[in-house]
C-alpha cells in the first residue's frame, strides 16, 4: 500500500527538477525517506541521472494517473437502507441543467403613446379678414369694441361677438382667433363696451 510519505517524495520529485527532498538533509526524517527512495528506485519508480533525482517511467505513469484522477463528489442515500440507484450532486445537477425547459424571455409591453392629431387647417371664406397679431390683446387696426363682429376660431368654431368682448390674444390653443368680419348687428342687440385699457391696435 501507497503511504502518504511515498506520495510526497513521488510529487516532490515530479515537481522539483532533479532536487533532493529536504526529509534527507533532516536526521529525524532522513531514514524513512532514504527507505522510500530506495523502493522508488528498486521498482523504477525514480532513480539518481546524472546526480539528479528523476522519474522513471512507471514513476511518470504514477503521477499521470494521480492527476487523472476525480475528485470526490457528494452522494445522497436514502435513510431506509434501500438499494435503488442513487444519483451524485453532479449527476442530478447535469440532469437537471439537460432537462429544464428554457426561459422564454417575453420583452415587457411598451406603452404606445399617442400622438397628438394636428389640428387641420380652416378654411376661412372670402371677405374674412386673417387675424396676424399673437401677441396682443387689443383690437385689431380701425376697429371699435361697439362693431359687431362674425368670429373663426382655429377649432373650427364661428361665433358673432362684439369685438370688445373677443380675446384677441392667441395662446396656441383651439380657440384662438385666426379670423373675423364685420357683420350686420343684429336688432335689440347689447352693444358691449370695450374694457378699460382695451384700445386699438
Not at 55 to 61: A, C, N, T
Not at 65 to 79: A, E, G, N
Not at 131 to 142: A, F, G, I, R
Amino acid at each position: 500500500m501507497t503511504t502518504p510519505l511515498e506520495l510526497d517524495l513521488l510529487m516532490w520529485v515530479y515537481t522539483h527538477d532533479g532536487e533532493p527532498h529536504p526529509a534527507l538533509g533532516d536526521p529525524a526524517r532522513v531514514e524513512a525517506y532514504s527507505a522510500a527512495m530506495a523502493k522508488f528506485t528498486f521498482e523504477g519508480i525514480a532513480g539518481i541521472v546524472d546526480g539528479k533525482v528523476v522519474l522513471g517511467e512507471r514513476g511518470k505513469i504514477w503521477v499521470a494517473m494521480i492527476l487523472d484522477t476525480p475528485m470526490p463528489v457528494s452522494q445522497w442515500i436514502d435513510p431506509r437502507g434501500l438499494t435503488a440507484p442513487i444519483a451524485s450532486v453532479a449527476q442530478i445537477a447535469s440532469h437537471v441543467a439537460s432537462t429544464a425547459a428554457p426561459i422564454a424571455l417575453t420583452p415587457a409591453p411598451v406603452a404606445q403613446i399617442e400622438q397628438p392629431t394636428q389640428q387641420p387647417a380652416v378654411q376661412l371664406p372670402p371677405g374674412v379678414t386673417h387675424w396676424k397679431q399673437p401677441n396682443t390683446s387689443k383690437l385689431p387696426t380701425d376697429m371699435k369694441g361697439g362693431q359687431f363682429l362674425e368670429v373663426y376660431r382655429k377649432n373650427g368654431r364661428v361665433e358673432h361677438l362684439y369685438a370688445a368682448s373677443v380675446n384677441w390674444r392667441t395662446k396656441g390653443k383651439p380657440d384662438d382667433v385666426i379670423g373675423y368680419r364685420e357683420i350686420e348687428e343684429p336688432e335689440g342687440a347689447h352693444k358691449a363696451q370695450a374694457p378699460p385699457g382695451m384700445g386699438r391696435a
